[in-house]
DNA sequence: GTGATTACTTAACCAAAGTCAATGCAATTG
DNA sequence: CAATTGCATTGACTTTGGTTAAGTAATCAC
């Protein structure tokens, strides 16, 4: 289990014996069913996840409908926007499978980037590769179709497809469901 | 100068004595003019910004045309997606006006954290705090129309049209300079 | 298993953005 | 000062997404 978090950090540091030790006294897990709520809107957030099996998505109302804000899966870290803070969330945050997660909090944190500096270190780096991958996501959607969008969900995250029902899909993409219904069929006749 | 600096910090953390001699020492300022470009698609790029006066855009070309990325303005850092790795830039950074920035480089930035861990740990929180805010950015975009998006910026950033042609904001708003003009006369015609 | 709910598709119609082309206007340049 | 260039606007036309409504398929609950 810990295992997948060693694996996702490798890909930013070298893995020391300490860091694998920091790991294992500051993790916890937890599981839940699949349509979980793991925060409401207006809920208070003490917890960040990490996701070792499963997927997580997060999502708000908006005229009526949940707008689905982002899809996170295996090795994703996920944390609420409000995390740390005593501000309510905007969003809803829900399993869209059955999940095991390790889990964090603002203490735990605390503690451990106290015993183990180079914890924070990294995390500053993970943050700051968030941040750029984040910027290409939005420049991406931006500067694309619908339809576009739609292909590259394809290409990079055909996964997606299977575990969430288009509806969501659709307003992941920004458009409506039956827009989506539409472009499918468009590639579909394209053929 | 450097005040800017500490007035954007303050917004995260309290300004000990300490962590104003930090900056003061680690701190180098450059200018440009109107129009100068900071970092070419294909440059690689050893700066990071923080801008004291003026402002700056990212963009890129695609089909023919420069999509605005980005607008920043004063007391906003700008960090180039490949900042401190050697990948070729994907986009060029530009000055719009006469900007006054401070200038950070990786060496730099190792050698201050080393002396003031306690940089790196608000780096680090900057860093969460925009990723946040670009996600907010984000579903904002998605979950808006075109028009909806020009509104929230007369709303939010009335300077960027004063700073910036049309043309660069329609891409910003991810649509046709024309539908820009469109979209604007619809909204005098109702008023 | 059956009925009810939810998800997906299709169609007709409308509104808005894209495309292409032309025009006007202002700033810049030779 | 005339010519050029770049930008914004406008118009005609096309394409595509939103809206509404209906029908079909799939899933869930009892």
């Known amino acids: 289990m810990k295992s997948e978090i060693l694996k996702y950090l490798s890909k930013y540091t070298v893995i020391t014996k300490e860091l694998e030790i920091a790991i294992s006294e500051s993790t916890l897990f937890k599981s839940f069913k699949k349509g979980s709520i793991l925060l409401k809107e207006g809920g ?7 996701i ?4 997580i998505r997060t999502y708000f109302l908006k005229d009526g409908d ?32 059955d999940t095991i997660v390790s889990v964090g909090n603002p203490q ?9 500096p180079q914890l924070e270190s990294l995390s500053r780096l993970i943050a700051e590769t968030i941040i750029i991958k984040q910027q290409e996501s939005f420049t991406q959607f931006k500067t694309s179709t619908p339809e576009e ?24 993409l920004g458009i409506k469901p039956e827009s989506l219904s539409r472009i499918r069929k468009r590639l579909m006749d394209r053929k």
Chains 1, 2 share one sequence.
């Open 66 to 97: 949940e707008k689905t804000m982002e899809f996170y899966t295996e090795e994703q870290p996920v944390v609420p926007a409000n995390y740390g803070t005593s501000k309510p969330s905007e969003y809803y945050i829900e399993c869209l499978e």
């Open 149 to 172: 969008r739609y292909l590259n969900i394809l290409k990079t995250r055909p996964n997606l497809l299977q575990i969430a029902p288009q509806h969501q899909l659709a307003s992941y």
């Open 52 to 55: 070792l099996k499963g997927a």
């Open 44 to 50: 208070i957030s003490n917890e960040c996840y990490f």
């Open 108 to 116: 735990l944190e605390k503690e451990t980037f106290q015993k183990y």
